[in-house]
């Protein structure tokens, strides 16, 4: 499969299976920043549905920040925590470090949600179809403290669509979740980061520009 070139072509490339999502009173798109907002744009507009921004912060593990040992997200002004036990279980952290890098995460998603938030007041989701993109999906941490999330409060059916992700993590998260999408999952899995040309970092201002205005 040929590499996308960028993430808005990538969210292309996802509205493009997602019809059936289309032109529905009830779903609600929410993307994960940084990238997945990005991609969720276009699909958003392809779908005519709302666009809303679900911030996840992934807990690495000391000594090796890239490695998720879990995640949280605040939906709503609830906390949800996933604690990843495949990876504390072959890499035990104490609870104390555990609870330091909670920390430090929880005030960056609280950062992040006062610069995106920007006076908008939530989009809905309780009762509703909640459509959650990301711009891949690696170990699957993130995504399921946002599953968790948008469950905790009340969604009808939770859908997760990603580009690409691992073939493994796609299976089991898939047994959580009302519908899963992935349209590529590369064997080996290397990175996300491989699918894509343009994988350039995406600033706040970037997010701010995808979402809607107040």
Known sequence: MPRYADRHDAGQALAGVLTEYAHRGDVVVLG????????????????????????????????RPELAMGAITDVAGEIAVVRNEDVLRHRPVPEEAVHA??????????????????????????????????DGLATGASMRAAVAGV???????????????????????????????????????????VAYRDFSAVSDEQVLASLPAE
């Open 32 to 63: 994960v920043p940084r990238g997945g907002v990005v991609v969720a744009a276009p699909v958003a507009a392809a779908l005519a549905a709302p666009l809303e921004v679900l911030v996840v912060r992934k807990l690495g593990l000391p000594g």
């Open 101 to 134: 890098v909670l920390q430090a995460e929880l005030a960056e998603l609280r950062r992040r949600q006062s610069v995106y938030r920007t006076g908008r007041p939530p989009v809905p989701v309780t009762g509703r179809t909640a459509l959650v993109v990301d």
């Open 151 to 193: 469950r905790g409060l009340g969604a009808a059916a939770v859908v997760v669509a990603v580009p690409v992700g691992a073939e493994e993590p796609c299976r089991e998260l898939r047994r959580e979740v009302d519908d899963l999408v992935c349209l590529w999952t590369p064997r080996p899995f290397r990175a996300v980061a």
